[in-house]
């Protein structure tokens, strides 16, 4: 099993749709948990950090379920921007290691 | 500010040949990490940094990876030889000295393809 999971798409919605991704993972010492986006042929960027209690950053929403070791990530009112892969990342300490894992990534299309 | 800087952007070497990449930090942080990034996957560390000392090397292939960070700055990760199967993106990225919520700003990377 890998230590992170999503669902890989690819995601096709129209403009304006609501979209939500799921992440699952399996180190119960995972200690924080980030959304990346990564567009095509481009690096890794910093989306969002996600928070137990759930944050907001405008059309984005996360949600983190510790007891269920499960991530979510809605966007609301897709724009054409939008269309990228979101990757799940989790960051556990593993002996005296910190590991930042990522997930394979989930596909985005918004199709005018 | 500067971001993370790799060199080469783009590399196409023959199977056996030697290949390395070259990687500078954001000026300041002192983790640094080597990812490689298969096509449809997300990145999968090959090592980490911190200053000079490398922590966890658990995933990268030592009979032809090999990396170095000397004085605790500009990395360089290279493989010899090259097979087939390394053709992919390889990643670096940096974040400064902190706890585990500490953001990784990755560079560009360098897209290998062995031939």
């Known amino acids: 099993r890998k230590e992170v999971e999503q669902d890989p798409g690819p995601f096709n919605v129209p403009e304006g749709a609501t979209v939500a991704f799921n992440c699952t993972y399996s180190?119960?010492?995972?200690?924080?948990f980030f959304w990346y986006r990564q567009d095509c042929r481009k690096e890794p960027k910093l989306l969002m950090s996600v928070y137990s209690s759930g944050n907001e950053d405008g059309r984005f929403t996360a949600q983190l379920n510790r007891a269920s070791q499960y991530i979510s990530l809605l966007i609301r009112d897709s724009k054409l921007s939008d269309s990228a892969t979101y990757l799940c990342?989790?960051?556990?300490?593993?002996?005296?290691?910190?590991?930042?894992?990522f997930g394979s990534g989930t596909q985005l299309t918004v199709l005018p | 500010e500067a971001g993370v800087v790799q060199s080469p952007r783009y590399k196409i070497i023959e199977k056996k040949q030697p290949v390395a990449f070259w990687c500078n930090p954001i000026s300041g942080h002192n983790t640094l990490y080597w990812y490689r990034q298969n096509l449809g996957q997300g990145p999968e560390l090959l090592i980490r940094?911190?200053?000079?000392?490398?922590?966890?090397d658990s995933q990268l292939p030592k009979d032809r990876f090999s990396a170095e960070r000397l004085k605790g700055v500009d990395s360089t990760l290279k493989i010899q030889p090259a097979e087939l199967g390394d053709s992919a993106v390889y990643l670096c990225?940096?974040?400064?000295?902190?706890?585990?919520?500490?953001?990784?700003?990755f560079g560009q990377g360098t897209r290998l393809t062995v031939v």
């Open positions: 940094y911190e200053n000079e000392e490398a922590v966890d």
């Open positions: 990342v989790v960051n556990a300490l593993s002996g005296s290691a910190r590991q930042l894992t």
């Open positions: 180190n119960s010492a995972s200690q924080s």
């Open positions: 990225a940096s974040s400064p000295v902190g706890g585990v919520a500490t953001e990784a700003f």
